[in-house]
């Protein structure tokens, strides 16, 4: 248990769907970031919220939108998804300030029909 | 910005032998670099870290050496387990979490 919790662990959607993933940490954490994690490539960051302010990466694709209602959850909403975005879709937490460790949730796994 | 390559991409040892992970980063304003350890089904968890004022922390099994003039740090694992069979992934940042940029990966595997 890292304190990072992500749900669903495992989403198959078509490419007309609307679908969200959740993030939830129990760190008393308050940056929250949104990784993409996809075989034989870096992990790519996606967002970042640190103090409820998001920083993003201007090559995410606007059919990805986070949101960030508190500094204990996060949400990634997903919609007209491609198949090239089947990936694990990583959430982690840290502490701002701190040593700049990253606790990361166990990602959910994404799949894009 | 900050180029992180890191190689082997798949590294196979023996039981008890050591294994050694490479990394190169870009960018010689960055002075943070963890190692996260990734086993199958769960998220990377940071295992090690150095910054750029010391060259070498140790940790029991497992070392961390950096050279920053030739922009370059390794993670040693001596005496290498099962339970270390796993895929690494180097880091290098100004020192701030939400500026990590990752390697690619290294699958460890131990033979038994």
């Known amino acids: 248990e890292t304190g990072v919790t992500q749900t669903p662990r495992h989403l198959v959607m078509g490419m007309t769907n609307k679908k969200s993933l959740k993030c939830e940490q129990h760190?008393?954490?308050?940056?929250m970031y949104w990784y993409k994690q996809s075989a034989k490539k870096p992990l790519e960051l996606m967002f970042v919220?640190?103090?409820?302010?998001?920083?993003e990466n201007n090559s995410v694709p606007s059919r990805f939108s986070p949101e960030c209602p508190n500094s204990s959850h996060l949400f990634l909403h997903l919609h007209t998804l491609q198949p090239e975005d089947s990936a694990l879709y990583l959430c982690?937490?840290?502490?701002?300030?701190?040593?700049?460790?990253?606790?990361f949730g166990e990602g959910s796994r994404l799949t894009v029909l | 910005g900050e180029n992180v390559e890191q190689h082997p991409s798949t590294l196979s040892v023996q039981e008890g032998d050591s294994a050694v992970i490479k990394c190169t980063y870009s960018?010689?304003?960055?002075?943070?670099f963890p190692w996260y350890k990734q086993e199958l089904g769960k998220g990377p968890q940071l295992i090690i870290d150095?910054?750029?004022?010391?060259g070498e922390k140790k940790d029991q099994r497992i070392a961390v050496t950096l050279n920053k003039t030739a922009k370059h740090f390794s993670l040693h694992i001596t005496e290498t387990q099962p339970e270390d069979s796993a895929v690494y992934f180097c880091?290098?940042?100004?020192?701030?979490?939400?500026?990590?940029?990752f390697g690619k990966g290294t699958h460890l595997i131990i033979q038994p």
């Open positions: 982690a937490s840290s502490l701002e300030g701190s040593t700049g460790e990253l606790f």
């Open positions: 760190l008393g954490h308050n940056a």
């Open positions: 919220y640190n103090f409820k302010e998001q920083t």
């Open positions: 960018d010689s304003a960055s002075n943070y």
């Open positions: 150095i910054r750029s004022n010391v």
């Open positions: 880091a290098a940042s100004l020192g701030g979490a939400d500026g990590l940029t």
